[in-house]
């Protein structure tokens, strides 16, 4: 499973929202809605899922998908 | 109270969701009380309530995105708003939000939801417990969500004293509506203490019914043989306005309320004080409030904790007030057939007498068979009863001697027709 599939499904699990609802180059904020105790529980998730420490700061409601996969893509390839 | 009036109401509650369901079982005289289903509630002393069914179907707007940050007294306090605004034609669209408020009763907060964070908190650490608990367990939480669903902006509280908080919101909101800082208020409680840690509490605190064996039978306030009141779990709410603002859009009009007075006994942390001399002043100062004569009141709806130490007082203190006249009014505590809802009982209850008033029916007092000699009024027993309602008190009391009575006063000079109720929720019922 590539990384963008994997945090597009933490996504639409733990917000509840359909996939086409998800755009690659907009901020969570703005094309989800997604609100401060949302996002730390998408954040939460992520760790789980690629098993990284991610800083608060790193990722917010004002991130976008693009944001987030490059993120964790540079995290996996540093670790 | 100069002119407030209730527009709107709607219920959640073990009989049915929205006031036309609840007052058709209600009507029946029938428990709806069962054993606990929701976990195992075997080495439990009282393990039967009265618990809400057909929640998850109420959709209207409720996505599973907003309930996953719920708990259930939440989700019940938004249900119940949604059915209360309907039934009083209210779009909110043309209503102040930042003079729109909520008054809300509430006992123990969101047990449900934070029992199983708190589980995780302890097997998995800090990051097992989800962040949505932050807003997810207080008591104000359903202040908050509805205040958020509907972008309600105006002066709003929540109140917390035992089973008298939402009838203490009622009356807080209508005050706050006759000082004029609000012109709508969305007022009442809401409770779900049926999860294992809150039912704990409730039974370490003595007060809950043992007849496991018997839970339609259970919750016998006045009877003799009474052993304790059973919890339940529901919401009530109603929307307040000034008359002359809900006259001017034709808004349905239920009842007034008059008045409203509160107290402490003074007296111990688990009984009422025996002789309920302080629930008699309440009773007095409300009645001189509403500027309602004594031989005015037709109905009585009763706190009826089905304890010895609560229904004798309770007894007593109307007895004191009333005199040789006592006997002779219905005094009812129709929540004897689902249950009690602690901090949504007060809001509950006012919904049952302005619908008695409405329908010229008196819900019963189920469960009453052996009579106890220190308490000889007119507990309405077992079966409704026709009475035209004109006046009525409601009475809801707190561990710690909280004592809370309003006064209410029905609004038309007849029973309800459809058409002077405005075709809401209620008025798909005819009258039974």
């Not at chain 1, 359909?18 to 609100?35: F, N, R, T």
């Not at chain 1, 949302?38 to 917010?60: A, G, R, Y």
């Not at chain 2, 029946?28 to 080495?43: A, Y």
């Not at chain 2, 209850?349 to 052996?370: A, E, Q």
Request: with cysteine.
């Amino acid at each position: 499973m590539s990384v963008e599939q994997g945090i597009r499904e933490i996504i639409i699990e733990t917000l509840s929202v359909q996939p086409e609802e998800i755009k690659m180059d907009e901020k969570l904020s703005d094309s989800l809605g997604v609100d401060s105790t949302e996002m730390v529980n998408v954040i939460l998730s992520l760790e789980k899922k690629f098993s990284i420490h991610l800083d608060d700061k790193q990722i917010t409601k004002f991130s976008s998908l693009r944001d987030i996969i490059i993120l964790i893509e540079s995290k996996r390839t540093t670790a | 109270m100069k002119d407030i009036v209730i527009t709107g109401m709607g219920v959640v509650a073990p009989p049915g969701i929205g006031t036309a369901d609840f007052w058709h079982h209600i009507q029946e005289g029938r428990s709806f009380v069962s054993p606990i289903t929701r976990f195992d509630s075997s080495l439990y002393p009282s393990r039967i309530a009265g618990q809400v069914n057909g929640l998850e179907s109420y959709k209207n707007g409720f996505s599973a995105r907003l309930l996953k940050k719920l708990d259930l007294f939440s989700h019940m306090a938004l249900v119940t708003s949604d059915l209360t605004l309907k039934d009083a034609k209210i779009d909110l669209r043309n209503f102040n939000l930042h003079r729109t408020g909520i008054f809300m009763g509430n006992t123990l907060g969101g047990w449900l939801f934070a029992e199983t964070e708190l589980r995780d908190l302890y097997l998995e650490g800090r990051e097992g417990v989800s962040p949505y608990m932050a807003s997810a367990w207080f008591p104000a939480a359903p202040q908050g969500q509805i205040s958020i669903f509907y972008g309600i902006k105006g002066y709003s509280k929540t109140v917390v004293a035992d089973r008298a908080g939402s009838l203490m919101a009622i009356a807080y909101g209508a005050r706050t509506l006759e000082r004029g800082k609000l012109d709508l208020v969305l007022a009442g409680g809401t409770e779900a203490p049926v999860t294992p840690y809150a039912l704990l509490c409730c039974n370490t605190y003595d007060f809950l019914s043992r007849k496991n064996d018997t839970p339609e039978n259970a919750y016998a306030p006045f009877d003799k043989n009474r052993d304790g009141l059973v919890v339940a779990e529901g919401a009530g709410i109603l929307t307040l306005e000034r008359l002359n603002d809900a006259q001017r859009r034709n808004a349905p009009l239920y009842a007034r309320i008059c008045s409203f007075y509160t107290n402490c006994d003074g007296y111990d942390r688990v009984a009422f004080e025996p002789d309920g001399t302080c629930l008699a002043v309440a009773i007095e100062e409300a009645l001189k409030e509403a500027g309602f004569e004594k031989d005015g009141i037709d109905y009585i709806c009763a706190d009826g904790a089905a304890t010895a130490s609560g229904d004798i007082s309770e007894t007593r203190a109307i007895k004191k007030v009333f005199g040789r006249r006592a006997k002779e009014i219905p005094v009812s505590a129709p929540k004897s057939m689902f249950g009690n809802m602690l901090g949504a009982q007060g809001s509950v209850d006012v919904i049952t007498t302005v619908l008695s008033m409405m329908y010229g029916t008196i819900c019963p007092t189920i469960n009453y068979k052996n009579p106890d000699p220190e308490c000889d009024l007119d507990y309405v027993p077992n079966k409704a009863q026709n009475k035209d309602i004109k006046r009525a008190l409601v009475i809801s009391r707190g561990r710690g001697g909280i004592n809370a009575v309003m006064a209410l006063e029905r609004f038309s000079n007849g029973h309800m027709t459809k058409k002077a109720f405005g075709g809401g929720t209620l008025c798909q019922l005819s009258k039974a």
